[in-house]
């Protein structure tokens, strides 16, 4: 999927502020720092869109782009992030469950999760959620340019018991890998 036009249309930090939806949406979470704005901005082709930061917590609230007319791609605030306080990751989590359990335009979800980590109990009670609220969803591996070749395979093939039957996409934002077949399981969703 080729993007010719995306550009920033809201930000959320509560429920009511969230945007009407003007067509289907495709969410991307993940912990914090796992690359989710870095992956959006390599998706569109965009050095600058979303926001990016080797500071953990850069992304504040749910964040909208419009995606030429066809798709809204939504960035989630990212979780375990420890410097919060309680209170403000209790307001984020609603704020994400609230998006996920009322957004009936929403078609999938990325989540994201650095290769070299693997899926934690944040991510295994996500996709656990998504399986219930039949909400599809895809893993995607993150920052694969950070192993060497034979080190990305031994990882990948440590990991695979972790993904029931799906294959995950292994992918990069700053080689882009994984982009393509990214849009492609998007394009199979709209
Ligand atoms: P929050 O907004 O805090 O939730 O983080 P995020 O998930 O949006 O992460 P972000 O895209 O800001 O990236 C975090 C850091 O990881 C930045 O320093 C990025 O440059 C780096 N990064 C992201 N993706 C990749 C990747 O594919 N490869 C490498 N090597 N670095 C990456
Ligand atoms: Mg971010």
């Not at 720092?33 to 609230?61: D, E, Q």
């Not at 993904?163 to 934002?173: G, K, L, Q, R, T």
Request: proline share 4%; hydrophobic share 40%.
């Amino acid at each position: 999927m080729k993007v010719s036009h995306a550009e920033f249309r809201a930000a959320a930090r509560r429920p009511a502020e969230i945007p009407p939806a003007i067509g289907p949406e495709i969410a991307l979470a993940g912990r914090s720092n796992v690359g989710k704005s870095s992956l959006i901005n390599r998706m569109v082709g965009r050095r600058r869109l979303a926001r990016t930061s080797s500071t953990p917590g850069c992304t504040r609230g749910l964040i909208f782009y419009a995606i030429d007319d066809r798709l809204t791609l939504v960035d989630l605030p990212g979780y375990g992030w420890a410097r919060r306080s309680q209170a403000e990751r209790a307001t984020w989590k609603a704020l994400v469950e609230h998006y996920l359990e009322h957004r009936s335009e929403l078609a999938g979800v990325l989540i994201l999760v650095d290769v070299r980590r693997g899926p934690g109990e944040e991510e295994r009670m996500l996709a656990d959620y998504l399986d219930r609220a039949g909400i599809a969803y895809t893993w995607v591996l993150t920052k694969c340019d950070k192993l060497g070749r034979s080190r990305l395979a031994t990882r990948l093939r440590e990991l695979a018991g972790e993904f029931s039957m799906v294959e995950p996409i292994v992918a990069s934002a700053v080689r882009g890998d994984g982009v393509d077949r990214i849009w492609r399981w998007i394009g199979e969703r709209l």
